[in-house]
């Protein structure tokens, strides 16, 4: 089993910051790209940023310049630092890692989701 723990959502008002965090753990023997997603209602859920093995990040245009995204490999964890909130960015905030599994496949796993709300 493979879980993802997330953290720090909340409520903000218009141009404040959040960061929010993502613990995986469970069985799994690496992690190739960690990432994160969001949905607001009534919409699909879309790409925020991802990270691959090799660092290389891939940020929404609708974030790039507001939010940076880390990863701490040592920690299997997965950071976004949200500056200059708009309402707009008001949404469940899911992460999602490709992992290697013990039997030797990759999967793709969710978290639960935390969800942002930004006030004007």
């Known amino acids: 089993q493979v879980q993802l723990v997330e953290s720090g959502g909340g409520l903000v008002q218009t141009g404040g910051s959040l960061r929010l965090s993502c613990v995986a753990s469970?069985?799994?023997?690496?992690?190739?790209?960690m990432g994160w997603y969001r949905q607001a209602p009534g919409k699909e859920r879309e790409l925020v940023a991802t990270?691959?093995?090799?660092?290389?990040?891939n940020y929404a245009d609708s974030v790039k310049g507001r939010f940076t995204l880390s990863r701490d490999n040592a920690r299997n964890s997965l950071y976004l630092q949200m500056l200059s909130l708009k309402s707009e960015d008001t949404a469940s905030y899911y992460c999602?890692?490709?992992?290697?599994?013990?039997?030797?496949?990759?999967?793709?796993?969710w978290g639960q989701g935390t969800q942002v709300t930004v006030s004007s």
């Open positions: 990270i691959d093995g090799a660092g290389i990040i």
């Open positions: 999602t890692i490709l992992a290697l599994t013990a039997r030797g496949y990759t999967a793709r796993y």
């Open positions: 469970g069985t799994f023997a690496s992690i190739y790209d």
